[in-house]
């Protein structure tokens, strides 16, 4: 058995571990709510304007088909957007384990936002073309970089991390063509804005133009600020976790160590009561 | 073309992502675009425009609103105006 004072300076760095995985799980616990209220209004804000956006009577899916940047190779981009930093738990492996499971060297290239992943590709040896850092910001992000570093390809699919509940975080794709090009098809008739009935300054034309990677950049900002929560929320779970652990191993030290004294005080007990009948012994053969 | 009732008040909804700058009944929203200066004021037509930055003044039955732009999009669509701002 390990001595009490070994047992009890364990004890004490497990202690330390565990007030500071408290801290990070407060920390945590304090952003996931704070980044939840900001993704709820800023997507209220992007089905207002999508609803606008849908309203043009251009069919935005043909504008994006005919980007004049395209490639002839028709090349795939993945944009996969983990966190900046560590200590997020296994949502990023996660990302990294399904995007791997479509992705083609030849024929895809990767664009990696956040720090976390760029590293985690590295390790495996998987090549990308773009690392962008994410501030660790509850901010709109300036995605128009990634726009540029993206528009080249014929297909755009970003994975990214979503939240479902505190507990539970997923993994999720999305075309970023395909879907501004889903906006033009599910438009109610009452709704749709032609050059009859609209006045357009300066023009329809340059306005569906701006619109278009307007709309591309939001619903790239919006999948950074769905990831920015899912991470919080899967950190603030590996944090419980972690002092969790810390909780039950501080348990065990202490039963440990009181074990340990306990043991301890048995044995020098037993060294007296030793020591005494032998005393007693030699004042009888005295 | 719909029938635009010219005494009505403008329904004015303007927003950024994170942000409401106003939300309500108007008489008049300012602001500039390529082409310069303009007001809506309610009966406007049907306006769909790229904003240039600077001011946008909302004109309420109190005191005006104002708030600064860096980028935007203006919607009017039957007394209904939409403001986008800074995306």
């Known amino acids: ?286 | 073309m719909k029938h635009k009732d010219d005494n009505e008040d403008l329904s004015v909804i303007a927003r950024g992502p994170f942000d409401i700058y106003y939300e309500g009944a108007a008489k008049a929203v300012s602001a500039s675009n390529a082409v310069g200066q303009f007001d809506i004021l309610p009966g406007h037509a049907d306006f769909f425009s790229v904003l240039d930055p600077g001011e946008i003044t909302v004109t309420t039955s109190n005191k005006p609103v104002t708030f600064n732009a860096n980028n935007g999009i203006i919607t009017v669509r039957d007394n209904e105006v939409m403001l986008f701002i800074n995306i």
Request: proline fraction near 2%; hydrophobic fraction near 40%; glycine fraction near 4%.
């Open chain 1, 1 to 286: 058995m390990r001595r009490p004072n070994a047992i009890q300076k364990e004890s004490e760095q497990i202690a330390t571990v565990q007030d500071l995985t408290g801290v990070f799980e407060s920390t945590a616990s304090t952003q996931v709510a704070k980044v939840k209220d900001k993704a709820q209004l800023a997507q209220e804000f992007f089905e207002l304007l999508w609803k606008r956006y849908s309203s043009l009577r251009i069919d935005p899916g043909e504008r994006i088909g005919e980007r004049d940047n395209v490639e002839e190779s028709n090349k795939k981009v993945f944009v996969m957007i983990s966190a900046e930093a560590g200590l997020s738990g296994d949502i990023d492996q996660r990302l990294i384990e399904q995007m791997l499971d479509n992705y083609d060297g030849k024929t895809t290239d990767i664009v990696v936002l956040g720090t976390h992943g760029a590293q985690q590709l590295q390790q495996k040896g998987i090549p990308y073309t773009h690392h962008f850092t994410v501030p660790e910001t509850d901010q709109y992000i300036d995605v128009s970089p990634v726009i540029s570093a993206v528009s080249g390809y014929a297909s755009i699919t970003v994975y990214y991390e979503v939240y479902v509940s505190l507990g539970v975080q997923e993994i999720q794709t999305i075309d970023l063509a395909a879907r501004i090009k889903d906006m033009g098809e599910d438009v109610d008739t009452d709704d749709i804005m032609t050059s009859e009935d609209t006045i357009f300054e300066p023009s329809l034309e340059v306005i569906a133009t701006q619109m278009e990677r307007t709309m591309m950049a939001l619903a790239l900002s919006q999948t950074i600020l769905e990831s920015t929560l899912a991470q919080a929320a899967s950190r603030f779970n590996a944090m419980a976790g972690a002092k969790k652990r810390a909780e039950e191993l501080h348990d065990l030290l202490n039963m440990e160590f009181h074990h340990a004294k306990r043991s301890e005080s048995d044995r020098r007990m037993r060294e007296i009561m030793i020591s005494l009948k032998k005393k007693k012994q030699r004042a009888r053969m005295a």
